[in-house]
């Protein structure tokens, strides 16, 4: 009998802890090759390039990606915000997964990019956080 609830044990620890892969999103100051896709950072001067890779380890079925990107306003001591830029994304046969593009913003702040899938416009792909300052 023991042998059997040590054996329970240590299958549902295995069967259970799996992980599973995330999407993700990485920003950059310069354009994203191999060579850089390591060096990548998350503060940015007003008026630059902020290029960014989404990486998405499970295909999209629908091939339709939602991008926004959120200003969080602290103007007033509250956590106000403010919807900045959005871009529909239609994934070619080569960005199956991942897609990587540029934006330039020209306010000083904190922002949040978000993405969605088509197939799922509830719930959030993947979301990551970036300053701009100068």
């Known amino acids: 009998m023991k042998k059997l609830i040590i054996l329970l044990f240590i299958c549902l620890t295995i069967l259970t802890g799996c992980t599973q892969d995330k999407a993700g999103i990485l920003f950059n100051r310069h354009p994203i090759s ?8 998350k503060n940015f001067p007003v008026g630059s390039r902020i290029y960014y890779v989404i990486l998405m380890p ?18 007033y001591g509250r956590y106000g915000y403010d919807l900045i830029w959005t871009k ?9 997964n991942y897609f990587t593009d540029y934006l330039v913003i020209n306010q000083k702040g904190f922002y949040t990019m978000k993405v ?7 719930k959030v792909l993947t979301y990551s956080d970036f300053h701009v300052g100068e």
């Open 116 to 122: 969605y899938s088509k197939d799922n416009p509830q």
């Open 34 to 41: 191999e060579k850089n896709i390591y060096d990548f950072s």
């Open 58 to 75: 499970k295909k999209v079925e629908s091939r339709y990606l939602y991008i926004q990107v959120i200003k969080k306003d602290n103007d």
């Open 88 to 96: 529909d994304v239609r994934l070619k046969d080569e960005e199956v």
